[in-house]
């Protein structure tokens, strides 16, 4: 069964400095999405991404954080200069339309120094 | 703005049970509601999509049903096993006429099926 993937399963990496999360949806899947959920948290929606472009993001998303496509397959959150608070789970989802099942991959744990 | 609460925050039962878990929402404009379980450090598994059209989904011994108007879901898991221990989640969907992407969570029910 097709899934979503995610690399790396876990990162560490020291305050102010840039991290790239990535991400293989599932192939014919046409929305990408990003959460993340803080430990003993909630879920909380960070962006999704259509047509080659942001179709929605939270406020949590502002200038630090951006997304990409650079190619057919891939789909990667930057985070430019990471924060304490950065540190969290973050879940890469796709879905083939818009109103249709979101699927998840199984995180990335950033953690931050 | 959406806000989505699950009761209880923790549900123990000895295998075999049928239980009821609760997922409610403030703005009953949704486009569709998913159910996910979540296990310990790990991703999160779709369960059950049900659309704002639909009063119910089924999927072995899940049953899902959703009553819009009072801004409620339950999720039904019938003949528990250990197998099922996870956190359980509701996210909703809500409607836009522009779209929106966003799924908005609740916190979760853990729940302890007990052999």
């Known amino acids: 069964e097709p899934e979503v993937t995610q690399t790396p399963s876990h990162q560490v990496t020291q305050m102010g400095q840039e991290v790239i999360l990535r991400c293989v949806p599932i192939s014919n899947h046409l929305y990408f999405y990003w959460y993340r959920q803080i430990l003993g ?4 929606f960070l962006v999704s991404f259509y047509n080659n472009e942001i179709s929605e993001k939270s406020e949590i998303f502002d200038d630090q954080f951006s997304v990409e496509r650079p190619d057919g397959s891939n789909f990667t959150l930057k985070i430019r200069s990471t924060k304490l608070e950065d540190s969290a789970m973050y879940f890469c989802a796709s879905s083939s339309g818009l109103g249709d099942t979101q699927y998840f991959g199984p995180g990335t744990r950033l953690t931050v120094l | 703005k959406q806000e989505v609460t699950q009761i209880p925050a923790a549900l ?12 409610s ?6 486009y569709n509601l ?5 296990d310990p450090g790990k991703g999160l598994t779709s369960l059950l999509l049900i659309q704002s059209s639909q009063r119910e989904q089924t999927s072995g011994r899940l049953n899902a049903s959703l009553d819009k108007s009072s801004g409620r879901s339950t999720l039904y898991i019938a003949a528990s096993q250990p197998g099922d221990s996870a956190t359980y989640l509701c996210a909703v969907r809500r ?12 916190k979760g029910t853990k729940l302890s099926v007990i052999p």
Do not use: M
């Not at chain 2, 123990?12 to 997922?23: D, F, H, I, Y």
């Not at chain 2, 409607?95 to 609740?106: C, E, I, P, R, V």
């Open chain 2, 25 to 30: 929402f403030t703005d009953s404009a949704i």
């Open chain 1, 41 to 44: 948290q909630k879920v909380e």
């Open chain 2, 12 to 23: 123990s039962v000895p295998e075999g049970e049928n239980l009821v878990l609760n997922c």
């Open chain 2, 34 to 38: 998913q159910w996910f379980r979540q």
């Open chain 2, 95 to 106: 409607h836009s006429g522009a779209g929106s992407y966003q799924l908005t969570f609740g």
